[in-house]
C-alpha cells in the first residue's frame, strides 16, 4: 500500500489517554458483502447491515478492490449525476482520473483524495487512464458519501484536489502507528480536507503488535473499518479484520490494535477511522441523488433528465474501451 508514508518516530504524536478519558464501547461488528458496481467494479459495501442513525452523517461507503487486474481488465463508471451530498474517493494504490461539469477535475493517484460538494447538482466521471487500462496492476481505495444538511443540499458544486502529500501526518503516542489525517481534528491537527459537515475522516496504519489510542470529539459518532490485516478494537478487544466495520458507542477516546502476527500481504493494520456530527434529518434517497422528501428527489430527476445538472461537452473524458487487438 504505498499511500503516503513517513517515519513515525520523527512526527508529532497525539496525547495519550488520561485518567478522565472515556473509552468507546463497542456497539456493532459487521462484515461488508462483496458485489459489482458501474462497469462490473468489485467493491466491498462497508456500511451494508448497519443502522441509518448510526452511519449519520455518512450514507455509502464502498472499499474498491483490493484488485490485481490483468491488461484491459481495469473499469471505471461512465458520466452520471449527483444532488444533495459529497462524494470522497481516497486511493492507496492506483489512478482515477475525474472530471465534473463545473470545472472541477484531475488525476487521483496514491494516496490521493478527491473531495466533491455535489451540491445543487452536478455530472462527473472517475475512470482509469488508457495506460492503466492496458498494462493493468494493482487498484485500491474507498468512496465515502457525506450527506449534507437541508440548508446546504444546494451548496454551488465544489473540488477538492488532495494529493498524498497535504494530508496531516502523527503517529500514536507509542510511535507505533502512522495516522493521516485527510479531514477533520485528531488531538489538534487538523486535516486539509475541506467539509461542510463536520466529520473525521483518518488512515491509520497500525504496525503488527501495536496499539492504537485516538481522542475524539464526544458529539461525534465513530466507526472503524478495517481496509487490510487483521486485530482488535475497544478496550473490549473484539477481533476485526479485513471488510469489518466496528460501530462505537459514546466517549472521547477509542483504540484499535493490530494482531502481532499479520499476512505477508498485508504487514501492518490498515484502518479508516471515521465519524460526524449527526445530521438528524429525513433521508429521501434514489440512486445518486440524497435529499429530505421524495418530491425534491422527483425534482433532482426531472432537473437531471432537462439537463439543468449539467451537460456533457464536446471531447470531454470518457471510460476507455480499448480492447486486446
Known amino acids: 500500500m504505498p499511500a503516503v508514508t513517513a517515519d513515525p518516530t520523527t512526527l508529532t504524536r497525539v496525547p495519550a489517554a488520561g485518567l478522565g478519558d472515556v473509552e468507546r464501547p463497542v456497539r456493532s461488528i459487521t462484515t461488508a458483502p462483496s458485489g459489482l458496481q458501474g462497469e462490473g467494479f468489485p467493491v466491498r459495501m462497508a456500511f451494508a447491515g448497519v443502522d441509518a442513525r448510526d452511519l449519520d452523517p455518512f450514507i455509502m461507503m464502498d472499499q474498491m478492490g483490493e484488485v490485481e487486474y490483468a491488461p484491459y481488465e481495469p473499469k471505471g463508471t461512465s458520466r452520471h449525476p449527483h444532488r444533495g451530498f459529497e462524494t470522497v474517493t481516497y486511493l492507496l494504490d492506483g489512478t482515477f482520473l475525474h472530471q465534473d461539469s463545473h470545472g472541477g477535475g484531475g488525476v487521483i493517484a496514491n494516496g ?51 494529493e498524498g502529500t497535504d494530508v496531516t501526518l502523527l503517529a500514536s503516542a507509542d510511535a507505533g502507528s502512522l495516522i493521516r489525517v485527510i479531514a477533520g481534528d485528531v488531538g489538534g491537527a487538523k486535516g486539509p480536507g475541506s467539509t461542510h459537515t463536520p466529520i473525521n475522516l483518518v488512515h491509520a496504519t497500525v504496525t503488527a503488535g501495536a496499539q492504537l489510542s485516538l481522542p475524539w470529539r464526544p458529539d461525534f459518532n465513530a466507526l472503524v473499518y478495517v481496509l487490510a490485516g487483521s486485530g482488535t478494537v475497544g478496550v473490549e478487544q473484539r477481533p476485526l479484520r479485513t471488510g469489518q466495520l466496528a460501530v462505537l458507542g459514546a466517549g472521547d477516546r477509542l483504540t484499535v490494535a493490530a494482531d502481532a502476527q499479520q499476512e505477508s500481504r498485508s504487514p501492518a493494520l490498515e484502518v479508516l477511522v471515521l465519524g460526524g456530527r449527526p445530521i438528524r434529518e429525513p433521508i429521501a434517497q434514489y440512486g445518486p441523488f440524497v435529499m429530505n422528501t421524495r418530491d425534491e428527489l422527483r425534482q433532482a430527476v426531472e432537473d437531471y433528465q432537462a439537463g439543468r445538472l449539467g451537460v456533457i461537452p464536446d471531447g470531454a473524458l470518457m471510460p476507455h474501451t480499448g480492447r486486446r487487438s
Not at 114 to 124: D, E, K, N, P, S
Request: aromatic share 12%; hydrophobic share 45%.
Open 112 to 162: 490521493g483524495t478527491q473531495w466533491m460538494t455535489a451540491g445543487a447538482g452536478i455530472l462527473h466521471i472517475e475512470t482509469p487512464p488508457e495506460e492503466l487500462v492496458m498494462s493493468g496492476g494493482l487498484f485500491h481505495g474507498f468512496q465515502l458519501w457525506v450527506n449534507l444538511p437541508r440548508v446546504k443540499k444546494f451548496a454551488p458544486p465544489a473540488y477538492q484536489n488532495l
